[in-house]
C-alpha cells in the first residue's frame, strides 16, 4: 500500500513543540525513522522487527514517552493509524468512482466515444473521396 499512499502528514509545530522536543537527537532521529518503517509497511510492524531497525533502546524510550504504544508484540503509531484509515478509505473511494466512472463512459450514447459511430464516419470519409 506504500505505493498507493507514499506520504504521510507531517506537521512542523508538532515536531518542534510537542514531547519528542525533548528528547535527544538520537532518540528523535530514531522516532523519524519509526514512523517511516511503520508507515511502509502499512501501519503494520511487530516490536522485534521494529527495534531492529531502530535500535531497541530507541524503541524503549518511544515506549516511554508514550510517542509508540505497544500491544502484545505489535506497535502502533496513533497518529498514522488515523492519517492510514483516513488515508485508505479516501484511495478505496476513488478507485471505486473511477471504476463507476468508466462504466458509464463505456455505456454512454455519445458519438464521440462509440466505435459504430467512427466506424461510420471513417466509411463516409472514404466514399467522399
Not at 50 to 75: F, P, W
Not at 85 to 107: G, L
Amino acid at each position: 500500500m506504500s505505493e498507493e499512499l507514499p506520504y504521510f502528514k507531517f506537521f512542523p509545530s508538532q515536531w518542534i513543540g510537542g514531547e519528542i522536543n525533548y528528547l535527544s537527537k538520537e532518540d528523535k532521529g530514531a522516532f523519524i525513522d519509526a514512523v517511516c518503517h511503520y508507515w511502509n509497511k502499512d501501519c503494520s510492524m511487530t516490536y522485534n522487527k521494529l527495534a531492529r531497525r531502530i535500535g531497541q533502546k530507541s524503541l524503549d524510550t518511544l515506549l516511554d514517552e508514550e510517542l509508540i504504544q505497544k500491544k502484545g508484540n505489535q506497535i502502533n503509531i496513533k497518529f498514522l493509524d488515523k492519517q492510514y484509515k483516513e488515508r485508505k478509505e479516501q484511495y478505496v473511494k476513488r478507485v471505486k468512482a473511477a471504476k463507476s466512472s468508466k462504466k458509464t463512459k463505456s455505456k454512454t450514447n455519445d458519438p464521440y466515444l462509440s466505435t459504430n459511430s467512427i466506424n461510420n464516419f471513417m466509411k463516409a470519409q472514404h466514399n467522399d473521396s
